[in-house]
């Protein structure tokens, strides 16, 4: 099994920006944002891939992104660009790749070794740099468990809801039943290996009402964040996948009641009507870990 996802920050947010921009960059690396992701993939222009490469590696070697974990997509396995991406970016040592269209353990297995290498090369903590798997295929689906288990280097795998629709041969639609069950997948082999889940884009920018939304039903299914592609998206998605105040101080109250009534012996016990067990407990027990991640309650 992998070991525990090592970041620091609650990973709410992860805000995408072209890779090709310094301006954008350094305009995201002042945001909200939990993690910056300069991408080389979508957004940038097969004929810009090489600039952008450039750009970005001198951006993390220069610019102060105020404690932001800093992740680079990097080109999907196998095509050429990947290994010149791979190559480069590593040695200018971001906090993490993100990998997209991950169909198979062989490709996460294959840039393990290559950030091994350039780890022991530049005498940096083997496994510094973590990754993060794009599951958005349907062979990725099918085999999400064995790639939740690759490498003990992955911390979080992402579900890219439009990149499915697409390999499956439909289209989004606001209910989102064609992505459901590729969606909770990725949670459950998220949660089994303890790996973060972090929820597709929400394409409509101007539809902040939309979005939260579709961050509740996602933070109910389990994911822990979500993928922002405009900076007027990251309020929203933080507020979703931070434990609210009531959410935080019922938690608080029931974890000192069950330890008041667990030294008298009660090991199942009742709170307003509702019947309290060690399940409910646990719950309670990581709302307010996941409160202290996002500063919400004291460490």
């Not at 990947?82 to 991950?102: E, M, N, T």
């Not at 280097?153 to 390999?167: N, P």
């Amino acid at each position: 099994m992998p070991t525990p996802m090592n970041s620091k920050t609650p990973r709410r947010s992860l805000l995408f920006t072209p890779g090709d921009s310094r301006r954008k960059i350094e305009k995201v690396a002042d945001l909200a944002a939990d993690v910056v992701v300069l991408d080389l993939e979508d957004a940038v222009a097969l004929s810009a891939k090489d600039e952008a490469r450039r750009i970005v590696c001198k951006a993390l070697k220069t610019i102060d992104f105020n404690g932001k974990e800093r992740f680079v997509r990097i080109n999907a396995p196998g095509m050429r660009l990947f290994y010149d991406d791979l190559r480069a970016v590593s040695a200018a040592q971001p906090d993490g790749l993100v990998i997209p269209k991950v169909s198979n353990t062989a490709d996460l297995v294959q840039i393990d070794d290559a950030l091994t290498a350039v780890e022991q090369e530049q005498a940096w903590p083997e496994g510094s740099i973590r990754l993060m798997a794009l599951v958005e295929t349907a062979a990725g689906i099918l085999n999400v468990r064995e790639i939740a288990g690759a490498t003990g280097r992955l911390d979080a795998l992402i579900f890219g809801g439009e990149d499915f629709v697409t390999d499956i041969g439909t289209v989004r639609t606001g209910p989102g039943w064609e992505i459901f069950y590729a969606r909770s997948a990725v949670v459950v082999a998220a949660a089994a290996f303890n790996l973060q889940a972090i929820d597709t884009v929400f394409a409509d920018t101007r539809d902040g009402d939309g979005l939260q939304k579709d961050a509740e039903i996602a933070r109910g299914l389990g994911y822990k964040g979500k993928i922002a592609i405009h900076p007027g998206q990251i309020a929203v998605i933080n507020e979703v996948f931070s434990p609210s105040a009531a959410e935080i101080a019922a938690a608080a109250r029931l974890l000192k009641l069950a330890a008041q009534l667990q030294d008298a012996g009660a090991g199942v016990f009742m709170v307003e009507g509702k019947m309290v067990d060690a399940p409910l407990i646990k719950s309670a027990e990581q709302l307010l870990d996941r409160a202290r991640l996002c500063g919400l309650w004291p460490a």
